[in-house]
Nanobody, 119 residues
């Protein structure tokens, strides 16, 4: 069955760094755009970062540009989100998403991992 499993969340101080991982299985990973979304308390879910199937195209929310980096390893069926210079407003549940490059209605979600940025 299809699975997306996030890991790496936790408590970090402002200015610190965290690296999230998402391990995928049950589908052809290289055919999918991989994305990270987040949902902060009281806010709607937003796209944080995305990467095309071959890794050649990336996009980021304006709020994280220059601080976050998305990467993927198709050989390991894993996508990463390196988060640096973290701010309290980055606190959210972070979700891994896989979206088929052609059939966009084929869309998978992980259960999320909580990132809390606080001193």
């Amino acid at each position: 069955q299809v699975q997306l499993e996030e890991s790496g969340g936790g408590l970090v101080q402002p200015g610190g760094s965290l690296r999230l991982s998402c391990a995928a299985s049950g589908f052809t990973f290289s055919w999918y755009t991989m994305n990270w979304y987040r949902q902060a308390p009281g806010k709607e879910r937003e796209l944080v970062a995305g990467m095309s199937s071959a890794g050649g195209v990336t996009n980021y929310a304006d709020s994280v540009k220059g601080r976050f980096t998305i990467s993927r390893d198709n050989a390991k069926n894993t996508v990463y989100l390196q988060m640096n210079s973290l701010k309290s407003e980055d606190t959210a549940v972070y979700y891994c998403n896989a979206r088929h490059t052609v059939y966009s209605g084929v869309d998978y979600w992980g259960k999320g991992t909580l990132v809390t940025v606080s001193s």
